[in-house]
C-alpha cells in the first residue's frame, strides 16, 4: 500500500476549522516534451484526499521536481472536494458511469461485506468513507480515468425518497 499523510486545511481568520484530509498517491508518471534544444522532463502526479466521512476530492498536476507535483495536485484536489451521500457505511444504489474510456460499475454491499474493488477505484472508496461495497472496472486500464469515473458515480449518488 502507499503511504498515507495527513493534512490540515490552513486556519483563516473568520472561517471554521476545517476536518483533516489523509492524502494518497494514485499515480506517478515522468512525461517529456520535445522543445528545440532537446527534451524536457518533468512529473506528473495524481492525488486523492479525503477525510472518510464523505468528502472526497482529486487534484492532477505536472511540476519540475516530485515534491512540486505533489504538492500542485493537493492543493487542485483541496480546491475540488465533493460531498458523497453515505447509508449505512455504503451507497444507497446500484450506479454505472462512463468517463472517456473508462467505465465503472459501483454496487451496494451488506455490512460487513468490505471493498471490493481494484487499483484507483478501492483508494478514492476508501478515502471517501464508503466501508461496503463492491466495484468494477469495466473499460479503460487509465488510473486517472478511473478515479475521475468513479468521482462522477458518486456525485451522482441520490438517497432514495420513501
Same mark, same amino acid.
Given at each position: 500500500?502507499?503511504?498515507?499523510?495527513?493534512?490540515?486545511?490552513?486556519?483563516?481568520?473568520?472561517?471554521?476549522?476545517?476536518?483533516?484530509?489523509?492524502?494518497?498517491? /494514485?499515480?506517478?508518471?515522468?512525461?517529456?516534451?520535445?522543445?528545440?534544444?532537446?527534451?524536457?522532463?518533468?512529473?506528473?502526479?495524481?492525488? @486523492?484526499? &479525503?477525510?472518510?466521512?464523505?468528502?472526497? &476530492?482529486? #487534484?492532477?498536476?505536472?511540476?519540475?521536481? @516530485?515534491?512540486?507535483?505533489i504538492h500542485k495536485a493537493v492543493r487542485k484536489a483541496?480546491? $475540488?472536494?465533493?460531498?458523497?451521500?453515505? /447509508? $449505512?457505511?455504503?451507497?444507497?444504489?446500484?450506479?454505472? /458511469?462512463?468517463?472517456?474510456?473508462?467505465?465503472?460499475?459501483? !454496487?451496494?454491499? !451488506?455490512? &460487513?461485506?468490505?471493498?471490493?474493488?481494484? #487499483?484507483?477505484? !478501492?483508494?478514492?472508496?476508501?478515502?471517501? &468513507?464508503? !466501508? $461496503?461495497?463492491?466495484?468494477?472496472?469495466?473499460?479503460?486500464?487509465?488510473?486517472?480515468? $478511473?478515479?475521475?469515473?468513479?468521482?462522477?458515480?458518486?456525485?451522482?449518488?441520490?438517497?432514495?425518497?420513501?
Open positions: 500500500m502507499t503511504k498515507e499523510k495527513r493534512i490540515k486545511r490552513r486556519e483563516l481568520p473568520g472561517v471554521k476549522i476545517e476536518p483533516e484530509f489523509i492524502q494518497q498517491l /494514485v499515480d506517478l508518471a515522468r512525461v517529456t516534451r520535445v522543445v528545440k534544444g532537446g527534451k524536457r522532463l518533468s512529473f506528473r502526479a495524481c492525488m @486523492v484526499i &479525503g477525510n472518510k466521512k464523505g468528502e472526497i &476530492g482529486m #487534484g492532477l498536476a505536472k511540476g519540475t521536481d @516530485v515534491a512540486g507535483a483541496n480546491k $475540488n472536494l465533493i460531498k458523497v451521500t453515505i /447509508v $449505512n457505511d455504503t451507497i444507497p444504489h446500484w450506479v454505472r /458511469v462512463k468517463y472517456g474510456a473508462a467505465q465503472v460499475l459501483l !454496487r451496494p454491499a !451488506r455490512k &460487513g461485506h468490505g471493498i471490493v474493488a481494484g #487499483g484507483a477505484v !478501492r483508494t478514492v472508496l476508501s478515502l471517501s &468513507g464508503i !466501508r $461496503n461495497v463492491t466495484a468494477k472496472i469495466l473499460g479503460s486500464k487509465s488510473k486517472m480515468n $478511473n478515479v475521475r469515473a468513479t468521482i462522477k458515480a458518486l456525485q451522482s449518488l441520490k438517497i432514495p425518497k420513501v
